[in-house]
């Protein structure tokens, strides 16, 4: 297993740590595992002056799968956009081609007082979110800023999307749903948007491929309702990049706390980019307050997606539950009955054990 790391900025490099010392404990329990770290983000504009520098780059497209922290900081917030860590971010994943990024929200009973939400309405919860990640408005063009007709300056940004892409990233929306309740719900804006109204063509067409998946759509906003109304109504969301980036922050508060949740961006082939999907909280950065679940959970993806390595993965998740079974907590998923909170560092301790 040839993996790249790249911790990344703000609590990145703690939350990382953690994971890498569980593939520590794999290595030396003989799985050949070869690791090899980088930098992406701020941590690279620092080195090298871009958030995604050739070394990055050749680093990332010579491995098989790569682990990663979360990039950005105030600090960087006054460069112009080309150089902000999240170019570096989103340049990796376009120039990788990981087109399928797959968040799944999974409430553990334990942490069903955590959630923002009453316990009856997400105990049991566990859905997925496949959000497409290389199109849509992130990478639309033209994009910018001009002065319009009424010489008033204006930003704007381009929605779009291929019939190709629309249908290969439906088609993980439909194999995924196979695998498990048979129930996709495509999320889109066909009431008002063009791309939205193809969106929807395209998506139902593939769906004659899937006799056996049932097929709904939704409109966006409404989606944004039901789940937080009646969230176990879903198994599997297919939905566009920006659709999907809003839908995954929301749903992450089901499960408890954003630091909670992992995801996989997949190539074609397997090949893919785990990550938490949480941002890079630097007001608690070197703190040892984070929450490296989300991290340690992106690992077990990464060995179930890319490494076929399903034993390893569901190590990894029987650790984590363990550990929240023994009623061990960081700040983010404290709750009355658990007030005290435990830091990265002894969560991480706790997980190498448990695993
Ligand atoms: C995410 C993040 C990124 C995104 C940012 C950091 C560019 O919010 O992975 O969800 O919008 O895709
Ligand atoms: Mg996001």
């Known amino acids: ?31 050949p595992i070869r690791m090899e770290s980088g930098v992406l983000g701020g941590a690279a504009y620092d080195q090298y002056g871009h958030p995604f520098p050739e070394r990055t780059q050749q680093q990332a497209r010579a491995a098989q799968a790569i682990l990663l ?4 900081g105030p600090k960087y917030d006054t460069l112009p956009r080309a150089l902000r860590p999240e170019q570096g971010l989103l340049a990796i994943r376009r120039d990788l081609g990981l087109f399928a990024n797959l968040r799944p929200a999974l409430l553990y009973p334990e942490l069903a ?10 105990a049991g ?10 199109g849509d408005i992130y990478f639309g063009q033209p ?8 010489g008033e300056e204006e930003g704007f940004d381009t929605m779009h999307y291929a019939v190709s892409e629309i249908e290969r990233i439906a088609r993980v929306g439909f194999e995924t749903a196979r695998k498990r309740s048979r129930r996709l719900t495509s999320v889109d804006k066909a009431n008002v948007l063009d791309t939205s109204i193809l969106w929807r063509e395209v998506v139902t067409r593939v769906g004659r491929d899937y006799p056996d998946v049932e ?3 939704m409109y966006v906003d409404n989606a944004a309702m039901q789940l937080v109304r009646a969230p176990k109504q879903f198994d599997v969301i297919v939905t566009g990049n920006i659709f999907g980036d809003i839908l995954s922050d929301e749903a992450s508060m089901l499960a408890g706390s954003i630091g909670m949740l992992p995801s996989a961006s997949l190539d074609a082939n397997q090949k893919g980019m785990y990550e938490p999907i949480h941002g890079s909280a630097p007001d608690i950065a070197g703190q040892d307050r984070a929450n490296p679940i989300a991290t340690v959970l992106s690992l077990a993806m990464m060995m179930r997606y890319s490494f076929g390595r399903a034993d390893l993965a569901e190590r990894i998740e029987r650790g984590v539950r363990q550990v929240l079974a023994q009623g061990l907590r960081t700040a983010d998923i404290t709750d009355p009955l ?10 991480g301790d706790a997980l190498v054990d448990a695993i």
């Not at 040839?2 to 010392?21: C, F, K, T, W």
């Not at 520590?24 to 003989?30: H, I, N, V």
């Not at 919860?125 to 290389?134: F, N, P, Q, S, Y």
Request: hydrophobic share 45%; glycine share 12%; net charge positive.
């Open 1 to 31: 297993m040839n993996i790249l790391i790249l911790p990344g900025d703000g609590i990145g490099p703690e939350i990382v740590g953690q994971a890498v010392r569980i593939l520590e404990k794999f290595q030396r329990e003989g799985v």
């Open 215 to 217: 097929l709904t759509h």
């Open 69 to 72: 922290g979360c990039v950005g």
């Open 338 to 347: 658990h007030p005290n909170a435990i830091g990265t560092r002894a969560m």
């Open 125 to 134: 919860l566990d859905l997925m979110i496949i959000r497409e990640l290389t």
């Open 143 to 150: 994009r910018g800023r001009r002065v319009n007709a009424a």
């Open 113 to 122: 007082s955590a959630s923002s939400l009453k316990p009856e309405v997400v």
